[in-house]
């Protein structure tokens, strides 16, 4: 049984290394390619979500004009190639070896896979027609936000259906506490049950409009990241061993989107990469009932959206702003902070708040 346990985690690191090393030797292949077609913003963002037209965050947006967008394809991409390379494999010559290195399976990673496929597809659809003349028909670019939040949350559903229907999930944990649905009475004879559908569309929705934090050079991996990294550690740890070996594979590819983003960034992650990760992150915490863990984990995810969702607010209701701008790495450059200080500091935290949740969940376990 020792030996097994070690032998995965051989397997879940080499895996890490050897999808570091992939991405690293495509990633300029891909930078070509996108400069090539030109695919970035033809037009910086000159007024804000509310409608008026922005003061402080004008210059960052009028500086990152001319960089090309859509470079999350290094990061899906790599993980789904490695998925299908084993699972290939295995179709081929199917035995204990390749069974050992295949790491699709139809209730651990078949879900997560799939919303990584789908939400990357869905982004890049976004980050294409934010690159065309017109820009879309949203005032950031790309599609209106809401029709985003209507296939975001068609995604969602169908996600949380397969978790009632095909996995059977109908209980969630809260730290020490586990919180049975079916025990719930509900009106009209309806199964508590079916409240993971709504709690599942809950939590996806929210992780996905934390890809906010996609702004600066560096920030959006260099904080996610570690979050990849503690749900790997606490899937390990409740061995589910396909699910770790997924995470990590997409640590390491998203590891060497970081080399070439870092100031001076050489691509944006855009929504392709954004909108798959944040979703898979999310289904991950559901599948391996650790979602408690979540917002301590990505707390600094979530104070980029929390912080912009109290700022139009404030804005529409009271006329007058909480902050300086919003999300709140804006507000952090509007008092004085320089983009690094910003992006380095909120690094260490995430890496301080991901080794908190990991230590949590193990806890708790």
């Known amino acids: 049984m020792l030996q097994a346990y070690y032998l995965e985690a051989a397997k879940i690191l080499t895996y890490t290394a050897l999808a570091f090393f992939v991405a ?43 960089k090309p967008r859509a470079g999350g394809i290094l990061v899906w991409v790599t993980t789904l190639a490695f998925a299908l390379f084993f699972w290939f494999i295995l179709k081929i010559e199917s035995n204990e070896l390749t069974q050992f290195l295949n790491f699709i399976d139809r209730r651990e990673t078949f879900i997560p896979l799939g919303t990584l496929f789908f939400g990357s597809v869905l982004g890049l659809i976004d980050d294409a027609l934010a690159t ?5 028909n949203y005032a950031a670019g790309g599609l209106k ?16 259906l397969w978790f009632y229907y095909r996995v059977d999930i109908s209980s969630f944990s809260v730290f020490a506490w586990e919180i049975n649905l079916d025990g719930i009475s509900l009106p009209f004879g309806i199964e508590g049950g079916w409240l993971i559908i709504p709690i599942t569309l809950i939590i996806l929705m929210a992780t ?73 992150i999310a289904v991950v915490a559901i599948l391996t009932d650790y979602i408690y863990v979540l917002p301590i984990a990505g707390l600094m995810l ?4 929390g912080s912009a969702i109290i700022q139009i607010f404030s804005k529409k209701v009271f006329k007058k702003k909480v902050f300086l701008a919003a999300p709140f790495h804006h507000h952090l450059e509007a008092i004085g902070w320089t983009k690094v200080q910003v992006t380095m500091r909120y690094w260490l935290i995430s890496i301080m708040l991901s080794a908190l949740g990991l230590a949590v969940g193990l806890l708790f376990r």
């Open 145 to 160: 936000l809401s029709h985003r939040m209507m296939v975001v949350a068609f995604i969602s559903l169908l996600i949380s």
């Open 208 to 280: 996905w409009s934390t890809g906010i934090i996609d702004g600066f050079d560096g920030l959006f991996a260099g904080v996610v990241i570690p979050v990849i990294l503690c749900f790997a550690g606490l899937a390990f740890s409740r061995q589910m061993y396909d699910i770790a070996t997924m995470m990590m594979v997409m640590a390491g590819s998203t590891t060497a989107y970081l080399w070439f983003n870092i100031p001076p960034a050489k691509f944006f992650m855009g929504d392709t990469g954004t909108v798959g990760i944040l979703l898979t």
């Open 132 to 136: 065309m003349d017109g820009g879309g």
């Open 302 to 305: 979530f104070i980029s959206s």
């Open 24 to 66: 690293m030797y495509w990633a300029p292949y891909l930078i070509r390619l996108l400069n090539w077609l030109k695919f970035w913003k033809k037009g910086y963002k000159t007024v804000a979500t509310t409608g008026e037209e922005l003061v402080v965050t004008k210059q960052f947006y009028k500086d990152n004009d001319h």
